[in-house]
């Protein structure tokens, strides 16, 4: 009898501490919508709040690799048409994060954004994603960092240097060993 009672409230504090950390026990669906459906918020919830909230969890849940090509071009084209600079960093970072290159466009529009958070992201997404370091003095001039970003990437993307910088990336990807210095 005893340890009947012993297992129904240990079942029980596990039910409410799965709760409690946004779990549940009994149910095998996650209480975080998918990156599709919160894409879809980002660029359509009627307040802010909520759209900067959706940004940040889609952040914050790391899925965006296995996004459909569809959320991933509405986070893309919140980087250029949201009003908010939260979204727009949130959106950056997450789409720099899995080298989704089709999102470099609206990343290199923003480059020069007059928010100084958006901006900053913008260039250290471009740096991360083109694997190129660019001089700190260049970077304060939002203007030359623009120019030599847009550059750079027309040179990379029309040349065989692209494909052969993804495959390593997908390498990196498939063998967590082989990266150096993470």
């Known amino acids: 009898m005893n340890r009947t009672i012993l297992i129904a409230v240990l079942v029980g504090l596990a039910a409410i501490s799965g709760i409690v950390n946004g779990r549940s026990l009994f149910s095998s669906k996650s209480l975080t919508p998918s990156v599709e459906v919160l894409a879809e918020e980002v660029g359509s ?3 802010e709040a909520r759209r900067l909230e959706a940004a940040n969890q889609i952040l914050q849940s790391r899925s965006v690799s296995t996004a459909t090509q569809a ?3 509405s ?3 919140a980087i250029k048409e949201s009003p908010s600079p939260g979204v727009r960093v949130a959106m950056i970072q997450s789409l ?3 080298y989704d290159y089709t999102a470099m466009p ?3 529009e923003v480059l020069e954004d007059p928010d100084p958070a958006v901006a900053g992201k913008a260039a250290a997404a471009v740096q991360h ?3 190129l370091r660019y001089n700190a003095e260049d970077i304060a001039d939002k203007k030359k960092l623009a ?3 847009r550059r750079d990437w027309q040179m990379l993307q029309s040349s065989p240097h692209l494909e052969l910088w993804k495959k390593t990336l997908r390498q990196r ?3 967590p060993s082989s990266r150096s210095g993470r």
């Open 45 to 47: 919830a009627p307040q």
């Open 71 to 73: 959320a991933r071009t």
């Open 75 to 77: 986070m893309a084209q």
């Open 96 to 98: 720099a994060e899995v």
């Open 106 to 108: 609206p990343m290199l």
């Open 129 to 131: 994603m083109l694997g």
């Open 147 to 149: 120019k030599m970003a």
């Open 173 to 175: 990807e498939s063998n």
